[in-house]
């Protein structure tokens, strides 16, 4: 079974920084590309950065030069660093992945972490 798990959330006054991570766990045998959405009460979800196996990353116009997203492939970890947060950043943020087990290769999700920005 695999799984994805956040971590990181919480609230931050508006200029300040957050770092989430997202571990994957369980019968994994590659990491294909990684990313994180995120999705605002009454909004849809929304792909805010990927990063692909050979460490190419993209960002939604909206956090570019403000997030970066990194992995570590040793410990199946993505990460998410975002400074300079904007309120419109309050969101719950979803990290997600193409994953080959040793069966099948799918897209996972995690359950969510919520990131809140106060003005």
């Known amino acids: 079974q695999v799984r994805l798990v956040e971590s990181g959330g919480g609230l931050v006054q508006a200029g300040g920084s957050l770092r989430l991570s997202c571990v994957a766990s369980?019968?994994?045998?590659?990491?294909?590309?990684m990313g994180w959405h995120r999705q605002a009460p009454g909004k849809q979800r929304e792909l805010v950065a990927g990063?692909?196996?050979?460490?190419?990353?993209n960002y939604a116009d909206s956090v570019r030069g403000r997030f970066t997203i990194s992995r570590d492939n040793a410990k199946k970890t993505a990460y998410l660093e975002m400074n300079s947060l904007k309120p419109e950043d309050t969101a719950v943020y979803y990290c997600n992945a193409d994953i080959r087990s040793f069966t099948i290769t799918r897209e996972y999700w995690g359950q969510g972490t919520q990131v809140t920005v106060s003005s």
């Open positions: 369980g019968s994994i045998f590659r990491i294909n590309a």
């Open positions: 990063i692909t196996s050979g460490d190419t990353a």
